[in-house]
């Protein structure tokens, strides 16, 4: 009995021992660290994926810069010009008004920006935050919204501005993506990772409900803010169907309505399209480099978090 004793203790460490080593095959190695091959195959792709998604735009940035006596369509391309020219910049400004129309979309694109922030964060917190009758009336009615694509609203949306006397005008293109669903269904979702606790002993302190948005809900909800704020600027920025429907006149073209007239007029000179082209995707890459920080700071909380 004294002799087996100690051995059995000594057992019993052994398999508590064994139990707590994570589980690995024998002749397994580390999973975080791939093979050659495998680390290859993850290099080759990462290319493959970079010239399918840059590729376009380095060759039309590259297009903008070339003479009329330099070949584009040539294959393998050339990518660097061999006379790198700006005229190709010149004659598009000369032609087309171009600062006029980027200044309307720029207008209509800070706007859409503003009303979807703050709209989208006084909705999310009734969603998120807040009880009342008819709650999961108004979630199912913002989700059925998303169902249909945008070209099933646009009939009625021209109705209504045409009756609102807003057709021809910068406002008639602004107020329908004042707001959007799916932000408001972004902002709710970052909503509802804030504690009950926290908004319940603001309201007993007496704050109002504008303090608890200002000095609760929105510094939870930033981040996820940014992300409402460049998807709709580059959203309204991007647009061209219901700026084309709307405006007639001109004069209030956005840069897309615009960009589509220079198309078509100079089809035979790529060289000017790839230069309007550029000139438009360089707001959209200035507030890209921005708020960055933001952004991904914003899709990873909500990544995390929800």
């Known amino acids: 009995m004294t002799t ?25 190695g580390d999973f975080t660290k791939p093979t050659l091959g495998g680390l290859i195959l993850r290099y080759v792709l990462l290319v493959v994926m970079l ?3 840059i590729g376009p735009f380095v060759w039309q940035l590259s297009t903008s810069f070339k003479g009329l006596t330099e070949d584009i369509y040539t294959f393998p391309p050339n990518l660097i010009p061999a006379q790198p020219t700006v005229d190709n910049y010149r004659k598009v ?6 600062y006029a129309y980027a200044w309307n979309s720029l207008l209509i694109a800070t706007g859409q920006v503003v009303t979807n922030v703050l709209f989208s964060l006084c909705a999310g917190y009734a969603l998120a935050l807040m009880k009342f009758r ?39 293109v602004f107020l329908p993506g004042a707001v959007g669903a799916m932000n408001v269904l972004l902002i709710a979702t970052a909503c509802r990772m804030i504690p009950g606790d926290v908004i319940d002993a603001a309201t007993v302190d007496g704050a109002t409900t504008w303090q608890r948005i200002r000095h609760i809900v929105w510094p ?22 219901w700026p084309l429907l709307v405006l007639s006149d001109p004069q209030k073209y956005t840069l897309t309505v615009g960009m589509a007239y220079l198309n078509g007029n ?41």
Request: charged share 20%.
């Open 220 to 241: 939870n909800v930033r981040g996820m803010a940014s992300v409402v704020a460049i998807f709709t600027f580059i959203g309204a920025w991007d647009d061209y169907l």
């Open 4 to 28: 087996t004793a100690p051995n059995l203790r000594e057992q019993t460490v052994v398999e508590v021992a064994r139990k707590d080593r994570p589980f690995r095959r024998r002749g397994s």
């Open 51 to 53: 010239l399918i998604v």
């Open 134 to 172: 008819g709650k999961r009336i108004v979630m199912a009615i913002l989700l059925s919204t998303m169902l249909f694509p945008g070209e099933v609203t646009v009939t009625s949306n021209l109705t209504t501005i045409t009756s609102l006397g807003l057709a021809d005008t910068l406002w008639g």
């Open 266 to 306: 100079f089809s035979v000179d790529p060289r000017l399209i790839a230069a309007g082209t550029m000139i438009a995707l360089v707001p959209i890459l200035l507030l890209f480099s921005v708020m960055q920080k933001h952004f991904f700071r914003g899709v990873q909380e909500g990544g995390v978090k929800g």
């Open 93 to 98: 400004t000369d032609i087309v008004p171009v």
